[in-house]
């Protein structure tokens, strides 16, 4: 990289940005120094004036990367923009060496023992702790190999709760951050995307808490409950969701989930597309894929072609998209609108373009004539046979969800006199959490915060209290010992073989 110094004012933004450090400030001026540069063009993209100079030529004495479409070019002793590699008597080495599991074995800790992994009993239709000096409704001992293990259950009123709302979709249903409803009360809010998937947030504390409690608290519980519920994106879609089933978007059943962005798209089928046109572009609301630019064309075998997209180039044959209702999620709704132009001194007549989106579901086929006009022409059968292989590898759209809560108060209480203890043998292992029976996800600081998949818990074992709070069926397993030492209710625990179970069936 240079820098025109006539066009630099000094703004710093390519000093705060560059990965390798490699810019500094001098006078006012960026200045960069050309031994730690690996051309990533960060601070191309950070420079509102345009004051920096791409070199067009890797340094004699640099290696070329190829771990990433970014491509560094690495100079003795140098890093590379991820850190991840440094060039060493003329190699490109990695800068951690690989680790075996027992590298690391100390740092992700020991699993519970087996014999507390499972509960005795769960929590569905035992009732709940309240108030929450009593112990909790049951506390059940059994015995497993030479270990006497303990269950204690109870359904817990939790205030802190809420839902996270996966739906399979590359289809704009609303802005991040737009509010969700249901009716004319807010439940929710739009968080960001996942890959081929739009992130929603049901509830929260300070949503079950306000105005509209009553209806955040039955939309967790239905949507926990794996029910339909139906809901409004602020300037954005109606969707209903249910977990287990595909979302219906404005009407419309989603029928799959992409196989990847439109650079994965590029990466997989690379081989496919290169028989199928000369060139093909890979509609996508995140990454459009170029394949005569991108490393998986190139692979395969494809030519430049002389095609301008309007979207802005992240790095080779990967272009930015953004989000609308078009093809791929895009604003795009008449495909060869994403050409901006061919430059014809690359390009050639009867020039090929293939246009798809990461589904397979829609594709167009386009000749470039002489002047360089981009004409529609009907599919041939290697494009049909190239979007019948990515649509044959989409998924099947579908809306899953996780409860997400915090378990105190009454929940811990219930347990043991000694509430923090019992969060100590949880985050330590000695003592288990489940909900329902499902294995949880306990996340890692102060206090017991846990998410659970909804589908792997008995439909209709959350239900809600006008409280408002949520209601959710816990079980805490350790081993006898364990239980006694964290001060538990032992004198309330009775054996397994004494407690009136139900044994009616269900799912």
């Known amino acids: 990289m240079r820098v025109d110094l006539d066009v630099c004012i000094g703004c710093g933004f390519c000093v705060r940005d560059c990965p ?56 003795p002793g140098a890093l590379g923009a991820c850190h991840r590699y440094t060039q060493t008597e003329g190699c490109l080495e990695r800068t951690t060496p690989l680790h075996s599991f027992e590298d690391v074995r100390e740092i992700v800790g020991p699993e519970p023992r087996w014999e507390i992994m499972e509960p005795v009993i769960t929590a569905i239709g035992s009732g709940t702790t309240y108030p929450c000096c009593k112990p909790a409704p049951h506390i059940v001992s059994d015995q497993r190999g030479d270990i006497d293990v303990v269950t204690v259950v109870t359904e817990v009123p939790l205030s802190y709760s809420s839902v996270i709302v996966k739906v399979d979709t590359d289809i704009g249903i609303g802005e991040e951050g737009a509010g969700i409803f249901i009716g004319k009360r807010q439940v929710g809010m739009v968080e960001t995307e996942q890959y081929g998937s739009k992130m929603l947030h049901v509830g929260g504390v300070n949503r079950l ?28 879609s109606r969707i209903t969701v249910q977990a287990g089933k595909p979302p219906v978007i404005d009407g419309t059943r989603v029928a799959k989930m992409r196989v990847g962005c439109g650079s994965a798209a590029l990466g997989i089928f690379a081989p496919l597309f290169k028989e199928a046109a000369d060139e093909v572009i890979v509609l996508d609301a995140h990454v459009t894929g170029l394949m005569s630019e991108h490393v998986a064309g190139s692979y395969a075998g494809a030519r430049p072609t002389g095609v301008n997209l309007i979207f802005s180039q992240s790095t080779p044959g990967r272009y930015f998209g953004d989000h609308g209702e078009g093809w791929g999620g895009t604003s795009i709704t008449d495909p060869v609108d994403i050409i901006e132009s061919v430059d014809m001194n690359i390009g050639w007549a009867g020039m090929k373009i293939l246009i798809t989106e990461t589904t397979g579901q829609n594709g167009a086929m386009f000749l470039v004539e002489e002047s360089g006009i981009v004409r529609k ?7 049909k046979e190239a979007l019948e292989a990515i649509e044959s590898s989409c998924e099947p759209s579908l809306v899953s969800a996780i409860y997400t809560a915090g378990s105190g108060g009454s929940a811990r209480a219930g347990v043991t006199r000694f509430p923090i203890r019992l969060t100590q043998a949880v985050h330590a292992g000695k003592a288990h959490l489940t909900v329902g029976g499902s294995p949880v996800f306990v996340m890692p600081g102060g206090g017991i915060s846990f998410m659970v998949d ?8 959350f239900y809600w209290t006008p409280t408002p709070a949520t209601i959710c069926p816990v079980e805490y397993t350790m081993e006898k010992g364990e239980y006694e030492r964290i001060g538990g209710h032992v004198a309330a625990m009775k054996p397994f073989n004494v407690v009136n179970i139900s044994t009616r069936s269900g799912g």
């Open 20 to 75: 390798v450090e490699a810019v500094r400030l001098s006078s006012k001026k960026a200045v960069i120094d050309t031994g730690k540069c690996t051309n990533c063009k960060v601070c191309v993209r950070s420079c509102g004036e345009g004051a920096m100079i791409v070199e067009e030529h890797c340094p004699e004495n640099a290696l070329e990367c190829t771990a990433c479409p970014i491509r560094c070019w690495i100079q």
């Open 209 to 236: 808490t306000g105005e509209h409690g009553f209806a955040v608290a039955r939309a967790i519980t239905d949507i926990a409950n794996r029910k339909p519920v139906k809901l409004k994106i602020e300037n954005g």
């Open 377 to 383: 022409i009907p599919l041939t059968g290697k494009a």
């Open 454 to 461: 909804v589908e792997r818990v008995k439909a209709g074992s």
